[in-house]
C-alpha cells in the first residue's frame, strides 16, 4: 500500500527510496519498543521509592514489608525481563491506574 506526503499542492506519493527510509525508522521504532517500556518502568519504579524515601531516615525505623516492597521494585530489572513482562507492569485500569500488584505499597 503506498504512502503520500501531504503537500499544498495535495497528496504526493513517496519514492521508493522513501518508501525504504520510512521502513528503517519503523523498524527501529519497534526494536526500540522493549527498551522504552523499560524506561517508563523505571521511572514509575523510582516515583514509587522517592513516595516512601522518608522511611529511610535515621530517625525512623522502616516497617519490615516496606522494606520488602522497596526492594522488589529495585529488583525489577532483573526479574522482568522481556517485553510481555513490561506489557504487565504497565497495564492499566479504565481509569488509567496501573494494575500490577508490584505497584501497590502494603
Sequence with gaps: MPRYHTSAR???????????????EEKVWKDKSAERKLTEIKQIRLQKLKETDYLANSDVTMPDNIKTWRQSLRDI?????????YDLLLARND??????SIWSKP
Design 95 to 100: 481509569a488509567g491506574e496501573l494494575t500490577h
Design 77 to 85: 530489572p532483573a526479574n522482568h525481563t522481556d517485553e510481555n513482562a
Design 10 to 24: 495535495g497528496n504526493i506519493q513517496f519514492t521508493a527510496e522513501e518508501e525504504t527510509a520510512r521502513d528503517a
